[in-house]
């Protein structure tokens, strides 16, 4: 069942930033610490394929305007 932002409880708000932080980090954590370390090797290096397809996830949403600004994120919180 969906929830508006507005109908979500804190601790629920606060689950829901924690899980999509979580995701979005580790694909990028981890390619970011791959790339760190075998950067000496492969100084050409291609993302990895789950690195590229966060990317690109996180592109298409923001193109059709999946995301939201900062202003209307506070308004719809009651700031």
Known sequence: MEKTLGALSEKEFEELVE???DRRLEVWLTQLADALIGWQEEES??????FAASLRRALEQARSGEGID???????MGR
């Open 45 to 50: 290096a291609e993302l990895q394929p789950e």
């Open 70 to 76: 900062l202003k209307s994120f506070r308004d719809q």
């Open 19 to 21: 899980r999509t932080i």
